[in-house]
């Protein structure tokens, strides 16, 4: 790593952060893997 | 503007959501098609007609990056964020307010070319920044946000068709799902001008002279005179050039390979081939960028073109006897294109530093503008004109296939003649530098 703002592990009020961030990006992103997986299956179905 | 430095403790891990925000968002330019057929009933246009905000927001894609590199170098990530959530966002309100109107020409302008800076702008937003904060595993870094880009069609695909059903396909239907789309973005863009920061003890990271980041350092100008910049656009238009030869006739082409089989694709099918096409399209830009970290960028281009050309002959030769081959072979040529675009920057970084690496990036993805207009241009001539010569199913592809590993293989050597930078294109070190300064101002 060779930042010293990375250096340092994150506190506990930057981990609530760290995860918030995360489900905001991925929610959206696993509802269109969703429909993206629906729709892909109809190869071997379709 | 300023570029925003973590205070202590922050850690890289908030870097990839903010720049996924921004991908995953402007990434919606892929799922233009959805507005398509509602717009033609509302407003009486053609095909053509209809397809031409996307057509200028790509074009807008790659001038903005072209030419918004150094500013984005220079104001950092957090501007570039900023300047990417207005210019996308206010690019649906327009289009929504050229729908209310019923007036087509503001939805060009807002869609294509105001959106189309947003496009530009934002996708190369955070790459600067990632490589940063990542310099151990740039390939994942850059591969995360890059997958989202890819990511952002798949979402927006779905949640428009049904917003479109629920507010109707009529102009002001249109005109809501445009202004619902440009403040759901923009919110959601949020994230990214908020969190993003540029590591702290890289003082130039915003592009400043400051900078004292280690190994070989080239200035964007610079890096547009050197052989290797210009071996690395063919490699990447080569790749992106087979890979949307496939992905642009994806549904018709496997359709007729196996049209005069005992195992025809049905359109549904075909369809459900397109989506898994896009799944190994964006698994490519983060599973195989990843790997570039482990095995060198050199080598996994190697694998992009060598290997992609070999799968292109097996489906020249047996495709239309193994409706598994072809899909495998489909599959793997599709995540080497998504595999291409998510690697490129890490390789930029190897080459000319990380002084300037988000505007070479930007001058780079010209290549993806030529590709863009190379690939379908080759695969939909040859069809047309195999099909006029009375050829049909798998016949119809045969020669575009052998164009395609012949760019794979031009690709290929292009990359095999990459060497490192001469040092007398790199930016000299601070000390030097002033040295240089003072002769010159001496000599002056």
Redesign the interface.
Same mark, same amino acid.
Do not use: C, H, N
């Given at each position: 790593? +060779?930042?010293? +703002? +990375?250096q +340092?592990?994150?506190?506990p009020d930057?981990r609530w %952060?760290?995860a918030l *961030?995360?489900v905001? /990006?991925g929610v959206? !992103?696993a509802?269109? %893997?969703y429909? !993206? /997986?629906r729709? *892909? @299956?109809? !190869?071997? @179905?379709? | 503007m300023s570029p925003p430095v973590a205070p202590p403790g922050w850690s890289r891990w908030l870097v990839p959501p903010a720049a996924l925000s921004v991908h995953l968002s402007i990434g919606q330019a892929y799922a233009w098609s959805v507005f398509k057929p509602p717009l033609e009933s509302a407003l009486g246009l053609s095909g053509t007609q209809s397809a031409l905000p996307f057509q200028l927001g790509i074009v807008m894609l790659g001038l903005s990056a072209a030419f918004g590199g150094t500013l984005v170098e220079r104001n950092g990530p957090r501007w570039a964020m900023t300047v990417a959530l207005i210019c996308f966002s206010s690019g649906f309100l327009l289009s929504a307010l050229g729908a209310s109107l019923e007036q087509y020409w503001l939805i060009v302008l807002g869609y294509g070319f105001v959106g189309g800076i947003g496009l530009g702008i934002g996708y190369i937003s955070p790459v600067s920044t990632l490589i940063k904060w990542f310099p151990d595993r740039p390939g994942m870094a850059t591969g995360i946000a890059i997958m989202g880009f890819g990511g952002g069609a798949l979402i927006a695909s779905p949640w428009s068709a049904q917003m479109l059903e629920s507010f109707g396909g009529d102009s002001t239907g249109i005109a809501l799902a445009f202004l619902v789309h440009g403040l759901s973005y923009a919110v959601f863009m949020l994230l990214g001008v908020l969190l993003v920061r540029v590591p702290r003890h890289v003082p130039g990271a915003g592009g400043t002279a400051r900078q004292a980041p280690t190994g070989p350092q080239v200035s964007a100008k610079q890096a547009i005179r050197t052989p290797q910049f210009w071996l690395l656009w063919l490699v990447l238009c080569m790749n992106v050039t087979a890979g949307i030869g496939i992905l642009e006739k994806a549904a018709p082409m496997i359709t007729d390979f196996f049209a005069d089989t005992s195992t025809p694709v049905s359109v549904t099918a075909a369809a459900g081939f397109v989506a898994l096409l896009s799944a190994a399209n964006m698994a490519g830009r983060i599973g195989w960028s990843s790997t570039s970290d482990l095995i060198g960028r050199k080598n996994i281009y190697r694998v992009y073109l060598g290997v992609g050309s070999l799968m292109y002959a097996l489906i020249a030769l047996f495709g239309d006897s193994s409706k598994p081959l072809f899909i495998l072979c489909a599959l793997v040529i599709l995540s080497f294109y998504g595999g291409g675009f998510a690697t490129v920057p890490a390789y930029l970084k190897d080459l000319f530093g990380t002084y300037q690496v988000g505007a070479i990036h930007g001058r780079l993805l010209t290549a993806w503008s030529t590709a863009g207009v190379l690939g379908p241009l080759i695969v939909n001539w040859i069809a047309d004109r195999q099909e006029e010569a009375g050829r049909h199913g798998a016949s119809l592809y045969g020669l575009s296939f052998v164009i395609m590993i012949g760019l794979l293989v031009v690709g290929f050597v292009a990359n095999e003649l990459v060497r490192p930078v001469d040092p007398r294109h790199h930016v000299p070190a601070p000390k030097e530098a002033a040295r240089v300064e003072r002769q010159q101002s001496e000599s002056a």
């Open positions: 790593m +060779s930042s010293d +703002s +990375s +340092s592990p994150p506190s930057r %952060l760290i *961030a995360w905001w /990006v959206p !992103l509802y269109g %893997l429909e !993206l /997986v729709k *892909a @299956t109809q !190869l071997f @179905t379709g | -």
